[in-house]
C-alpha cells in the first residue's frame, strides 16, 4: 500500500530549468538577471548576518513598508513569501480544495498545473489563439467553475502582453485572477497595483517576485498584493517564519534602490532590442517581447536541434514544447508547438549566442 | 460567498511566541540560542552573497552531503527545507489527504494541530500520562487509522525524553512516525539516526532543525531524513528552490563545524543545570529537561501572573496552557494543565531572570 496520496503517487512532479553548478556556461535558460544586485543589498545581508540566532519577524513588518511606499498600498496588502513559488503554493493551499477547478492560459507557465495537481485540484487549460492573443468569449465560458486563474502577464514563453481591459474581464465570476506578474518591470510601461484599485480590485491578486528584476534569484524572495481580507486568510496557511531574516533584510535594500533595479533594467531592455533584431536576421520568427527574455520560433530548422547544438557549445537556452497547443492544429484537435526561450543575458553573453547560433 | 476553502475559513491560524522588534529584552521565549553562530557560518554567507542574481541549487547538493557524511547517510536521505516548519508542511502535503487523520501527543507542539486544520485531516490528540510517558497500550490502540504520528522527542514544552523502545511501539501501522527532533542536540545523548536504521526505520522520518543547536533560527533551514521513496516523494511536493542559496551555504557551513556547536550546546547545558536547581530552590517543580529549555510550574502560584511580571521587567519567557490534558482530571474529563517554558539563555540572562522572579 503507498503512504502516499494518490495525488502524488500519480504525478511526475516539476522539472525546472537547468541549473549548471559549475561555471563556464553562458546561461540563457532560467531568466535570471544577469547583472549584479544593488551594493545596499549587499550591505543590508552583512548587517543582518549578525543576529541569525534570532527568529525573523514573522510579519516582516518593514519589508512589508518598502513595498507599501513603492506601489502605494497599506502594507496589510503586501504576503511576503519565499519566491513568487511559494506565493503561488500559498494561493493553491488558502483557496482550492481538492476537486475545485483552477485555470491557465496555454502555453504558459505550466509549474501552475502541478501545483493544482498536489492540491489535487482539476487544472483547465485554456487555450490561447496562435498570436498568444485570449479567445475571449471561449475563455468567459470556461471560467464559471474557476476558483483561482492564473495569468502570467507578460506571459511566458512569449513574452507577450495582455491588455487590462482583457485582464479584468478575465476574472473568474467565482474565483480570483492570479496576476503573476513575475516579469512585470520589464514592461514597457509597468502596473503600478492600479487593477488592484479598480472596482473588480478585490478580485485580483498580483504576485510580484525578486528574483528577476532585482538580481535575486538565490534569495527566494516574493509577494502577494491583494485585498487584505485575502492576504490575512492566506497568512494563516503560510508558516510563521517562512522568510529568513537575511532576505526580508536584503529585499527591503532592494525595494529601496529603485534606481539600480532600473539602471539593470534598462540595459536588459537595449539587449533585448539588439538580440530581437539579430534573431529576425537569422532567419527567426520573434514575439516582441515585453519581459527579460524572447521566444524564438525558426520556419525549417528543428528547434531541439538548435538548443543541443548550443548546449554542446556550453551555451544554455530552453527548449520547450507544448503538446495539445494550438499551433498549427484545429481548435478541436489542436496540434503542439515548441520553440526556443532565450533569456535577456549580457551583451557579451548575446554576442556569444549570435556567434554560436551563426555555426548551426 | 467565502472564497477560501472551508477548513481555512474556521481555523484560528497559529500564534508564535511574541518577537519583540525592539532591543532591551531579556528574550527567553522560543527556544532561541543565545550564542552566536559559527563565524565560518558568516563567511559563508558572505561568498555566496556575491552570486545571488543566480537560482539555487534545486538539490541543494553540497549541503545534503555534509548532512549525509554527519549521520553515516546517503544524501539521497535528506532533504532540507526552510526550517523545520517546511518539513512538516512538506509531510502534510505529501501524505495526507483530506479527511485523513493524524495524530500528536498531548500536551506537545500544538502547530501540528494547526499544519492538520490547514490540509483538512482530522487531528488526534495522544493524552500523555501526568509524567509525560505514553499509556501506550491506549495509545496504540488509537493508531490504526493514523497516517501520520508527530513526536517531538525531546517534548515540547515538557523537555522529557522517550526512549527508543517507546518510540518504535508507536510507529502507526498504516502511516508513518514522523520524530520532530528540533531539540536532539540537547539530549545527553543524541540521536545519531540509529532509528532510521533499524527494522521500522523505512517507516520513520526524522524532522531536524537548525534554528536551535546551529544558533540559525534566523535563516530558516532545517531538513528531513527518511528512506529515499519517502524522500523523492516529498521532493515532488516541495518548491523547486525552495531552500536560498545563502542557506544552504550557511547550513553547509555550520553542520561542517560541529565544534561551534557543541561549544555552544556544552554551555547551555552547564546553565539548564544551574536554572534547574535555582527554580527548584524557588519552589518551582521543574521535570529533568534534555532540551534547551525547562518546563516550570508552581504548586500555588498563578503561572500567568508570573510571566506577567516578568514581563512587565522586559523578561520574555512563554507561559502555556493545555486545556483538555491529563493534568488533576480524569481520563474521561481531562482538566487543563498550565505552566511556563523558560528557554535556557546565557547565565548573565538567567540571573535576570532569577533576580525578577525573586522579587515576584
Excluded at 501545483?115 to 483547465?124: N, P, S, Y
Excluded at 527566494?220 to 510563521?240: C, N, Q, T
Excluded at 532590442?273 to 520573434?286: D, H
Excluded at 530552453?318 to 497547443?325: D, E, I, V
Amino acid at each position: 500500500m503507498s503512504l502516499f496520496r494518490p495525488c502524488v503517487e500519480r504525478m511526475k512532479g516539476y522539472t525546472p530549468g537547468e541549473q549548471p553548478q559549475e561555471s563556464g556556461w553562458v546561461k540563457l535558460n532560467t531568466n535570471e538577471n544577469p547583472y549584479p544586485t544593488s551594493p545596499a543589498v549587499l550591505q543590508a545581508i552583512e548587517r543582518a548576518a549578525g543576529r541569525l540566532n534570532i527568529y525573523p519577524d514573522p510579519l516582516s513588518t518593514p519589508f512589508r513598508k518598502a513595498v507599501g511606499e513603492l506601489f502605494g498600498i497599506n502594507p496589510e496588502w503586501i504576503l511576503p513569501a519565499n519566491g513568487s513559488d511559494e506565493v503561488l503554493t500559498l494561493l493553491m493551499r488558502t483557496f482550492v480544495g481538492p476537486g475545485e477547478t483552477i485555470a491557465y492560459p496555454y502555453p504558459s507557465y505550466v509549474l501552475y498545473e502541478t501545483l493544482g495537481e498536489i492540491q489535487d485540484a482539476q487544472v483547465k487549460r485554456i487555450l490561447l489563439n496562435p498570436d498568444w492573443s485570449w479567445d475571449l468569449p471561449r475563455a468567459k465560458a470556461e471560467l464559471a467553475d474557476v476558483k483561482l486563474l492564473f495569468v502570467p502577464n507578460p506571459n511566458s514563453p512569449s513574452g507577450t502582453l495582455w491588455s487590462d481591459e482583457d485582464l479584468l474581464a478575465l476574472v473568474p465570476p467565482n474565483g480570483l485572477l492570479i496576476l503573476d506578474e513575475a516579469y512585470g518591470d520589464f514592461r514597457d510601461q509597468p502596473h503600478r497595483m492600479e487593477l488592484l484599485k479598480s472596482g473588480p480590485g478585490s478580485r485580483i491578486i498580483v504576485t510580484r517576485t525578486l528574483s528577476k528584476s532585482y538580481s535575486l534569484a538565490g534569495l527566494r524572495l516574493g509577494f502577494a498584493a491583494g485585498h487584505p481580507e485575502l492576504i490575512a486568510g492566506m497568512r494563516k496557511v503560510k508558516d510563521s517564519y517562512n522568510c529568513d531574516m537575511l532576505s526580508l533584510a536584503a529585499g527591503e535594500a532592494a525595494i529601496r534602490d529603485q534606481s539600480a533595479m532600473l539602471a539593470n533594467r534598462g540595459r536588459i531592455l537595449q539587449t533585448r532590442q539588439r538580440l530581437t533584431v539579430a534573431l529576425t536576421k537569422l532567419g527567426f520568427n520573434v514575439f516582441p517581447s515585453q519581459a527579460n527574455f524572447v521566444w524564438a520560433t525558426h520556419p525549417d530548422r528543428p528547434h531541439r536541434s538548435i538548443y543541443e547544438f548550443l548546449k554542446s557549445n556550453r551555451v544554455l537556452i530552453r527548449y520547450m514544447s507544448f503538446p495539445h497547443a494550438v499551433g498549427t492544429g484545429t481548435q478541436s484537435a489542436p496540434a503542439g508547438i515548441d520553440g526556443l526561450r532565450i533569456t535577456v543575458g549580457t551583451d557579451e553573453q548575446i554576442d556569444r549566442l549570435l556567434v554560436v547560433l551563426e555555426k548551426a
